[in-house]
């Protein structure tokens, strides 16, 4: 079963890398590093899933 990676903190360029090999449809919301991701780390991706990231330049988001 394929699961979602964990992207906190990654740049935008190292989330879509993790994803890619998944086939998942990427849907952003901001830009900077990884700061929410549904689904959650670990979850199992189902055949059409859709990733959802919310990246933001916030002080102290690695």
Same mark, same amino acid.
């Given at each position: 079963?394929?699961?979602?990676?964990? /992207?906190?903190?990654? @740049?935008?360029?190292?989330?879509?890398?993790? !994803? *890619?090999?998944?086939?998942? *449809? &990427?849907? /952003?919301?901001?830009? +900077?590093?990884? &700061?929410?991701? &549904?689904?959650?780390? +670990? *979850?199992? /991706? *189902?055949?059409?899933? &859709?990733?959802? !990231? @919310?990246?933001?330049?916030?002080?102290?988001?690695?």
């Amino acid at each position: 079963t394929r699961r979602m990676p964990d /992207l906190a903190g990654k @740049t935008l360029r190292q989330a879509l890398g993790a !994803l *890619e090999p998944l086939r998942v *449809e &990427v849907r /952003l919301a901001g830009q +900077g590093r990884v &700061v929410r991701q &549904v689904p959650g780390p +670990g *979850e199992p /991706l *189902e055949s059409g899933a &859709v990733a959802r !990231l @919310t990246l933001t330049h916030a002080a102290g988001a690695r």
